[in-house]
C-alpha cells in the first residue's frame, strides 16, 4: 500500500511531465494558428492584385486617387494629346506635348446665340484632370458614361473629344489636333 506521502510525489513528478508536454502543445497550436493567418493575408492580397488587374486598376481614378474609385464599376480611357500643327512648323514640336487634360462629365451641346450663329457648350462638371509632361500618356478611370476629354496644351490651344464609358473596358483615344 502506498502512502500519501508517495502517492504526492508521484502526482508530482507525473504533472512535472505533463506541463511541458502541455505547452508544445499549445505552441504548435500557436505556430498553425499563425501559419493559417499569414496564408489567408496572402490568399486575399492575391486575390486584391488580381481584382485590381483585372478590374483595370492603376492612377488617375474619378476622385485623382490612386485606386479608390470601384475598379469593377469603372471604365478606362488612355492617350495621349495630339500635337497642335497649326501653332508651329510641324518639326519644332514633340509628337504628344505636355499639358492638362479634364475628363468633362456629359456631353457637349450647340447653343444659339441671339444674333443667330452657334456657341459650342461644354459640361460644367470636372471629374479628372491630370497633367501630362510631353511624350506622357493621360489615363482615366471613370464611371460609366458620357465624357468629353478637353486638353489645354502648354501653348494655349485646346483640343476636345467626345466618348462614352462603360464598365470595364480601356478605350485608347488620343486628344485629336485641331488646330488645323
Not at 492575391?46 to 469593377?72: E, F, K, N
Not at 457637349?108 to 441671339?114: A, D, H, P, V, Y
Request: charged share 20%; hydrophobic share 45%; net charge positive.
Amino acid at each position: 500500500m502506498m502512502t500519501r506521502g508517495a502517492v504526492e510525489t508521484g502526482a508530482a513528478a507525473e504533472i512535472e511531465v505533463l506541463i511541458p508536454e502541455a505547452r508544445e502543445r499549445a505552441r504548435r497550436r500557436r505556430r498553425r494558428t499563425v501559419a493559417l493567418a499569414v496564408g489567408l493575408v496572402t490568399v486575399l492580397a492575391a486575390g486584391s492584385l488580381v481584382a485590381r488587374i483585372w478590374g483595370g486598376g492603376g492612377p488617375g481614378t474619378a476622385d485623382g486617387s490612386a485606386g479608390s474609385a470601384p475598379l469593377a464599376r469603372t471604365g478606362a480611357v488612355i492617350g495621349y494629346i495630339e500635337r497642335c500643327v497649326g501653332i508651329a512648323r510641324p518639326g519644332q514640336l514633340p509628337p504628344y506635348p505636355a499639358g492638362a487634360v479634364e475628363a468633362l462629365r456629359g456631353r457637349e451641346t450647340l447653343r444659339r446665340l441671339l444674333s443667330g450663329p452657334l456657341q459650342l457648350v461644354l459640361p460644367k462638371t470636372v471629374v479628372a484632370t491630370e497633367q501630362v509632361r510631353t511624350g506622357q500618356m493621360f489615363a482615366f478611370h471613370l464611371p460609366p458614361g458620357r465624357y468629353v476629354l478637353l486638353a489645354h496644351y502648354d501653348q494655349g490651344a485646346t483640343s476636345l473629344l467626345s466618348l462614352s464609358i462603360r464598365a470595364g473596358p480601356v478605350v485608347r483615344r488620343n486628344l485629336p489636333n485641331l488646330c488645323k
